[in-house]
């Protein structure tokens, strides 16, 4: 995971929390830090809700905005949900493999 993001674990486990998250990982070039490049790159999440909050666009909205305040940078937020279920096995696999845990 690249050092920007490792230093706001804690505040991100917060979001996550705050927002029904029951899982969050980091993938692509921030969690491999390869290529990955402070103040141009975007951070790229998946993310699984809390059944209750599976729904909510609101708190999808809201955590995705609360995400890029708090980096400093766009972020792409995804359901891991729908990359398990992608028919694009090479994406899938790909993302996948990169994924690290950061909540839940």
Do not use: W
């Not at 402070?38 to 909050?53: N, Q, W």
Request: aromatic share 6%.
């Amino acid at each position: 995971m690249h050092p920007d993001l490792a230093v706001k674990q804690s505040e991100i486990r917060d979001l996550c929390r705050r927002y029904g998250v029951t899982r969050l990982e980091v993938f692509g070039s921030a969690a491999r830090g390869e290529g990955f490049q402070p103040g141009r790159s975007d951070a790229d999440f998946l993310v699984t809700f809390a059944p209750d909050r599976r729904d909510d666009l609101a708190a999808f909205a809201d955590l995705k905005d609360a995400l890029e305040a708090m980096l400093g940078r766009p972020v792409d937020l995804v359901e891991r949900e729908a990359v398990e279920s992608s028919r694009n096995f090479i994406r899938r696999r790909s993302i996948l493999a990169d994924a690290e845990r950061i909540h839940g």
